[in-house]
């Protein structure tokens, strides 16, 4: 038996052992646009596995998608389950915003919620196998995570997982396996956060991911990964107006970055100038260079601080703490400044002070971003 089997066979056994009376506390959510019959699918093996609490969002389908939508709620509806809907298509993330807030008024029992997808693409198994994590993790993000392995796979999906789960990686610190798995549990407490998070569309799902830096723990459950062909599979993921969004949100933090930064560096620049004029050809113990790259760096270092702790990390680290770390960060990333600058004025005396420093100050600057993500703020 190969190893997928016994895994498999393992996950079966977990299943059929589980009290089916612990499935209200967690209701099944599935946001739907323009489904066929694999929705009706999923909805019935559902219903015959125990599952009473559904709730499916019809995200605005229209007309000729209410005759489906009846029936899925014949499926449903004698057990618990219910219709939501929008009069217009609205996104996939305020889809699942109209499925929170229902939740956290109609149902004030639960420890959270499980998502998935309406297109066949998750199966029982793998629902209920994310939902026995949550209900082990109450306080975690839950995520049913793909391998992307197989000739099945189209190549867009694969490619795009990877690329987004790097740069999530660098930009924000949060390490998923699957930054586009629609299948996730999530706490009640997240929840009601969510509901205030921007995004839409298929981006809130990445800026659910982001949310999570710093303040939630992310487990991750192994899930089956189902397309029906390369080329067949349908989705309602517009590669490039959702991928711009993703993109735009993910970019989000290191853009806020970028404008401290640089509004740092005009002001140290511009304190640079000025110390350099007023000290050019005085006597100093230091060459004045590195003199006036002291003092302008401890004032701009202090308005770089307060604005990266408050607006761009948005840190929940004792300001003391990291005000600490920050200032052994500034004092490294000074000492090379300054070094490299005077040694740049000396090998080149032909160029100005403030381009050399322009120089040397962008390449410590990518640095300095990721050591403060990963270990300041």
């Not at 029982?124 to 306080?139: F, T």
Request: net charge positive; glycine share 8%; aromatic share 10%.
């Amino acid at each position: 038996m190969s190893k997928e089997s016994i895994e498999n066979s393992v996950d079966r056994k977990i299943i059929e052992d589980m009290d089916r009376t612990a499935l209200p506390l967690v209701p099944v959510l599935i946001p739907a646009y323009e489904p066929d019959e694999r929705l009706l699918g999923l909805l019935t093996s559902l219903r015959d596995c125990g599952f009473r609490d559904i709730i499916l969002v019809d995200d605005g389908s229209g007309k000729e998608y209410s005759e489906l939508f009846d029936r899925a709620l014949g499926i449903i509806g004698n057990s618990g389950g219910i219709l939501l809907r929008h009069e217009v298509n609205r996104g996939k993330g305020r889809a699942l915003k109209t499925g929170f807030a229902y939740v956290l008024e109609h149902r004030p029992g639960t420890i959270g919620v499980v998502t998935a997808d309406s297109d066949g693409q998750h199966t029982v198994d793998c629902i209920r196998s994310v939902m026995l994590r949550l209900a082990e993790k109450p306080d975690a993000l839950v995520l049913g995570v793909r391998t992307f392995e197989g000739e099945h796979v189209p190549w867009k999906s694969a490619f795009g997982n990877k690329l987004t789960m790097k740069v999530l990686g660098y930009v924000s610190g949060v390490q998923v396996s699957d930054t586009q798995t629609g299948l996730r549990g999530i706490p009640r407490v997240f929840m009601r956060e969510l509901l205030d998070v921007p995004g839409e569309r298929f981006e809130f799902e990445t800026q659910m991911l982001l949310e999570t830096a710093g303040r939630y723990s992310i487990e991750e459950v192994p899930i089956r990964t189902i397309y029906d062909s390369k080329e067949n599979h349908q989705t309602h993921f517009n590669p490039l107006k959702d991928s711009i969004r993703i993109y735009r949100i993910l970019g989000a933090k290191f853009i806020k970055y970028i404008f401290a930064s640089l509004s740092s560096s005009v002001i140290d620049l511009l304190l640079f100038a000025l110390f350099c004029r007023l000290l050019r050809g005085r006597p100093l113990p230091l060459p004045y260079v590195a003199v006036s790259t002291v003092l302008a760096r401890f004032l701009s270092a202090a308005y770089n601080f307060t604005v990266n702790y408050k607006v761009v990390f948005r840190s929940s680290e004792k300001v003391g703490r990291s005000a600490f770390k920050y200032i052994l960060l500034a004092v490294v990333q000074m000492t090379l400044s300054a070094a490299f600058v005077t040694g740049g004025t000396v090998l080149l005396p032909l160029i100005p002070e403030v381009l050399i420093k322009v120089v040397v100050d962008t390449v410590l600057f990518l640095i300095s971003y990721y050591v403060q993500r990963k270990c300041i703020f």
